[in-house]
């Protein structure tokens, strides 16, 4: 049918309310959705061009086998069984542990699906379930483990009196740092009224462009940073003494810990001026409302656990938690009803009693450690994956170690990519199995959210829901499958029962208790539409109700305040880990060394036309024959010789990337920045240059943190030499 409908652009977690004009069946326009939404009618780029991702021709329209370099087309049950039987020869040869499922950041198009596919590892046996939130900030859930969380949620932005964001850019990744919704106008909104902004970034992004005061930080020294700042906060006594005193302990050893870092001390290291750490430091103390909030600059760059676990004292020391009385910061609309009170959830373990055996990592409160899954890939151990499921992920371009990455995938038995295109991972699958995408499915803004609960200060803070149905049909003549369907079908086919699992928290800190939901197996898959009526389940609003609002609402908080704490709670955040304490203690130890063969340090970098690898294929986002300039601070390119638009080779002690260098001006001297996702594989004969340079064939495994495994994806040692 052809009209104007209201839909929701889910190709990142900001999810836009969007306007889709459609014509004879197919999606013509998108534009933002101007009837009075918290977003203002925002949309970037890459949702502009959702009819193009819908249209292209590189799209896959049916599923693949693979043999070879042959790649022949087969339905979707004949995919479901040819899986099903290699499935049950693996697992009656080596066990269920030798199969393995990674989540990539492409779910967040369509989360219904990895309720089912979750529960399909389950019920076969294996816990190698592995997500890109271990290769992303797996600092935040681990620093919330070994701090203790606050059961009422943080401060929201909105309310703020001073801000903090180390390390991100939310103006262009709507992520960590401000509100999803049109983060550039809140900031703008939250500035004019008189928010203080601290930006601590190397380079002078579109974040810290708004900010009252930048930061312009040395890559990779952000925990000494903040140790500095918190030991201006005690030194000056300018810390939140009746919260402390209430809700945490740990004090001392904080404070014994940071005595080291003095202003002068830390602002050297961190390359920052003593008297900017210190008016950081008390622009953050002062005011009533404020937070600190850290993203993927200090998770890439080392000590990212740290960092964040700083971050969180940072808060507990200033007392940046919503109080008892005031209104509930992240009120559930499409998530369950609960008491949010004004009380600290205990810290509890950050590492699983799973450990992998190809590298002694464990699991950790943010999941298995991705950044070590080639290893169990290449590993002769009794517990060496065999058969993989890639779900809407891309790891030969997000995983670190680009050549290793290829040589893992490159040995698996089993390799089924969930994909609506060919990527340079499908390229190594046995299996594609390509998705309707999101306008031709339902979908709601639940997911956004549930991003309160990966670490604080996250997700949508206004009560807003939307729901959408499919706006589009699926393609004629396709043979699309959804992940959900797929992996309900390949369990039907395997006699397997699947329970879903309903989670409302992070680790043991629930807002309401799990939910089960056994699936009946005899019945036809469950489609989109009954998966999203299964999770909304208990919302606070009833999805139907949000469905009768189809450019999405605004539902009242009323009521909705913060509680007291219970009179028994003897719960305390804790300020002084000892694991952190003595990482603090190794910075102090070990300070960095210069390495004249790679002078220079590369930082990482999202824009607005890609969401990581996705939208490289569309001509509108990537006209042809552009890459993925490397930036350089004019100053170093006259030092190294180089014109614009040079031909470069970057070399780092990892690998090597040839492209073209440009001048700017807003990086700190001394730092390469690169944006990722671009790039071929590299095992392949033929030239892919115009593909871009793939930062992964940068990156090591050598520096993987020791609790995380998180590998280092910023402050990456290079050099850069003109190409002959
Ligand atoms: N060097 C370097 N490495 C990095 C990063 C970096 O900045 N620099 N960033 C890291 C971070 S933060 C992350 S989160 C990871 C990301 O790691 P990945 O998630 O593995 O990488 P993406 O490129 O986001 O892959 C998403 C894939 O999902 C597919 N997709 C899109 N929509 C759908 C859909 O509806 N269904 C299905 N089944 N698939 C879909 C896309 O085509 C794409 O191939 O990379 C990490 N790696
Ligand atoms: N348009 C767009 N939006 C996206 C994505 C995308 O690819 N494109 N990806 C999505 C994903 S998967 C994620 S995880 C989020 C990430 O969201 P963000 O974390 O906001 O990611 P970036 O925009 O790359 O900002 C990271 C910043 O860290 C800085 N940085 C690098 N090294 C250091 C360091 O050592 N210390 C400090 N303090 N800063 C450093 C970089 O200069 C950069 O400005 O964005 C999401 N949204
Ligand atoms: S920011 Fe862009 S890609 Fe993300 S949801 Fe909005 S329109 Fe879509
Ligand atoms: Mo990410």
Request: some cysteine.
């Amino acid at each position: 049918m052809d009209g104007t409908f209201p839909s929701i652009c889910r190709l990142c977690l900001a999810y836009c309310p969007i306007e889709v004009v459609v014509e004879g069946g197919r999606a013509v326009r998108v534009i933002g959705d101007r009837s009075g939404t918290p977003y203002d009618g925002y949309t970037c780029p890459k949702g502009r061009a959702l009819p193009e991702q819908h249209a292209a021709s590189s799209r896959l329209l049916r599923p693949l086998h693979r043999n070879g370099n042959k790649a022949t087309p087969l339905t979707s049950q004949q995919a479901v069984d040819d899986i099903a039987a290699r499935l049950r020869s693996i697992i009656d040869t080596y066990g269920p542990e030798a199969v393995g499922y990674y989540i990539g950041t492409g779910v967040v198009s369509n989360p219904t699906g990895q309720g089912p596919g979750i529960a399909f590892m389950r019920a076969i046996g294996s816990d190698l379930v592995f997500s890109a939130a271990t290769i992303d900030k797996p600092g935040a859930n681990v620093s919330t483990a070994l701090h203790g969380n606050w059961m009422a949620g943080a401060h929201r932005m909105e309310d703020a009196d001073t801000w903090m964001v180390i390390g991100g850019n939310p103006v262009i990744s709507k992520s960590n740092g401000a509100p999803p919704n049109n983060p550039g106008v809140r900031l703008k909104e939250a500035l004019a009224r008189g928010m203080k902004l601290i930006v601590v970034d190397p380079r002078r992004t579109e974040t810290a462009k708004r900010a009252t005061l930048h930061l312009q930080i040395r890559p990779g020294e952000d925990a000494t940073l903040l140790a500095g700042i918190i030991h201006v906060i005690l030194s000056e006594n300018l810390q939140d003494q009746a919260f402390i005193g209430r809700h945490a302990e740990g004090l001392g050893q904080l404070r014994d810990a940071v005595v080291a870092f003095t202003p002068d001390y830390a602002a050297a290291r961190a390359g920052v001026a003593a008297d900017d750490l210190t008016a950081a430091a008390r622009m953050f103390a002062a005011g009533r409302i404020g937070g600190a909030v850290c993203s993927t600059g200090p998770s890439f760059s080392s000590h990212g656990n740290l960092s964040f676990y700083l971050a969180l004292c940072l808060n507990t020391l200033c007392g940046r938690w919503a109080r008892a009385g005031e209104r509930a910061p992240f009120p559930n609309v499409l998530l369950p009803e609960y008491t949010p009170k004004a009380q600290p959830f205990a810290p509890y373990p950050a590492l699983g009693s799973r450990v992998l055996s190809a590298t002694g990592l464990r699991q950790n409160a943010s999941g298995m450690p991705t950044g070590a899954l080639a290893d169990q890939i290449l590993s002769d151990g009794p517990d060496r994956i065999r058969a993989l499921f890639c779900v809407g992920g891309n790891p030969v371009l997000a995983w670190p170690d680009q050549a290793r990455t290829e040589q893992a995938l490159a040995r698996l038995d089993l390799l089924a990519v969930f994909d609506y295109r060919m990527t340079p991972t499908a390229e190594f699958a046995d299996y594609v199995i390509p998705p309707p995408l999101t306008l031709e499915i339902p979908g709601n803004t639940q997911m956004v959210e549930w991003l309160k609960y990966i670490g604080v200060t996250r997700g949508m803070s206004v009560p807003w829901a939307q729901h959408s149905p499919a706006v589009i049909p699926r393609p004629e003549g396709s043979d699309l499958i959804d992940d959900g369907e797929f992996f309900f079908r390949l369990a039907q086919a395997m006699g397997l029962q699947l329970n879903l699992t309903y989670v409302s928290g992070a680790g043991p800190h629930l807002e309401v208790p799990t939910r089960i939901v056994a699936l009946d197996m005899q019945a036809a898959p469950p489609t989109v539409d009954a998966l999203l009526e299964m999770e909304c389940a208990g919302s606070r609003i009833p999805l139907e109700e949000v469905k009768r609002h189809p450019h999405g609402r605004l539902f009242d908080t009323d009521g909705i305040r913060v509680q007291e704490a219970d009179p028994d709670c003897a719960a305390r955040l804790r300020l002084g880990d000892p694991m952190m304490m003595e990482e603090l203690a190794d910075i102090l130890r070990d300070s960095p060394q210069d390495d004249d063969r790679f002078p220079l340090r590369l930082i990482c970098r999202r824009v607005n036309n890609f969401m990581n690898s996705v939208g490289q294929e569309l001509e509108v986002l990537r006209p042809v024959g552009q890459g993925n300039p490397f930036g350089l601070h004019p100053q170093d390119m006259a030092s190294h010789g180089l014109a614009p638009g040079a031909e470069v080779v970057v070399r780092s002690a990892d690998g090597t990337v040839r492209g073209q260098v440009q001048p700017d001006d807003s990086l700190r001297p001394g730092t390469l920045s690169m944006t990722h996702g671009f790039g071929a594989r590299l095992s392949g004969a033929d030239d892919r240059s115009e593909a871009g340079a793939s930062v992964a064939s940068l990156t090591g495994v050598a520096e993987r943190d020791r609790i995380t495994g998180m590998p280092r994806f910023s402050a990456i040692p290079v050099s850069i030499t003109a190409c002959p």
